[in-house]
């Protein structure tokens, strides 16, 4: 007689306390790769059509990526059948970021870029789901949500693969309405069904891959200057971009990622999942493109600097790159002032006055050399962490040590 278990029996289910996998962080690689493939293809064509497919790419990334989000905070990544599928998925999900320079315009030669791109985007899904369904076994709830589910990953696939076959403003549309049928399609079925074991775990996961946006800020940095002389303009703008990420890091990290992740600890069944869906798999999307955005101008700027295609140190960055560099990290801040909202009820006001006043100066940054704009970013960041520092001290050493007393 067979003594073997269903499949979703041999998978360890994750618990309040659990925390990240060393396979989802190695999941978490080819992310990071995707990140650099979207910032390499906006760096290519830095127009407002360009940023704008940008930001589609990043946000059909990033629904890959949160879909295991949610997987795995019901079962561990590394265990039994979810330890195969994650592998597959990361397969997929290789495939999809290799394809993205040709995600939307096919290169001569070799096999059609953007049905590559849509057919793996459809892999890297269907695992999810397959195995979103064995891990739902003896819930019915869940399993409901996931036929729901389905319709919203059936159309915004369809349409996927639909843009594959078209080329200019039609299939730039078509990719709209794809991101529209996932993410509008999810909130329109609503929470009730879902579930999130571990707050710890998800709030952990969300913080990881914005470190990992973070690192490609840093690459970019790097990226910028690759194969040109070293020099002290150049190393100046590569310690104000160092700087800047910094203090990205520290506006995240300090207190904020402690307060939602206890906001989220605090409450349970779907106003957990209500939380989570909002302030973590929504906004926690134009954190990151405001990073890749943010990424894009310094490498931009470091090019300036460094005097590549002819350009001088008086020269001002200026147009889409200068916007994305300042539009990138006002809407970091303004994103991490709504999360902060919706979790436990802080109006940031300096994070949302600050984030206005970035985009307000642009017009004039236009009219300054590359590197200074890049210094008055990186002093009014600098400012606004020094600020909360000095305003907010005793309140952030409650938060940051509140367990040890």
Known sequence: MSTSKPAGARMRRMAESSTATTLELFFDLVFVFALTQVTALMAKTPTWHGLGRGALLLAVVWWCWVGYSWLSNLVQADEGLARTAMLMAMAAMFGVAIAIPESFDDLLGGVHGPTVFALCYLLVRSVHLWLFWIVARGDAALRAQLVRFGLTMAGGTTLLLAAAQTSGTAQTLLWVAAVIADYGGTAV?????????????????????????????????????????????????????????????????????????????????????????????????????????????????????????????????????????????????????????????????????????????????????????????????????????????????????????
């Open 189 to 405: 079925i609503g929470v009730r069904g879902w579930r999130l074991n571990s707050a710890k775990h998800f709030a952990e996961r969300h913080g990881l891959i914005l470190l990992i946006a973070l690192g490609e800020s840093i690459v970019a940095i790097g990226v910028g200057i690759n194969e040109l002389a070293i020099s002290l303009p150049i190393l100046i703008a590569a310690a104000l971009g160092l700087t800047i990420a910094a203090c990205l890091w520290w506006g995240y990290f300090d207190t904020h990622a402690l307060m939602a992740e206890r906001a989220l600890a605090k409450v349970r069944d779907h106003h957990r999942t209500s939380m989570a869906r909002t302030a973590f798999t929504y906004l926690h999307l134009p954190m990151v493109i405001g990073i890749v955005m943010l990424a894009l101008g310094l490498k931009k700027v470091l090019n300036y600097v460094a005097g590549d295609d002819g350009h001088t140190l008086a020269d001002p960055l200026y147009g889409p790159p200068l916007w994305a560099m300042f539009g990138g990290t006002a809407l970091y801040l303004l994103a991490q002032a709504a999360i902060s909202w919706r979790c436990y009820r802080a109006f940031k006001t300096q994070r949302v006055t600050l984030g206005v006043l970035l985009i307000a100066v642009v017009p004039v940054m236009a009219l300054v050399p590359a590197l200074a704009s890049l210094g008055v970013l990186t002093a009014s960041l600098v400012g606004l962490i020094v600020y909360e520092w000095v305003r907010y001290h005793d309140y952030r050493e409650d938060i940051r040590h509140a367990e040890e007393h």
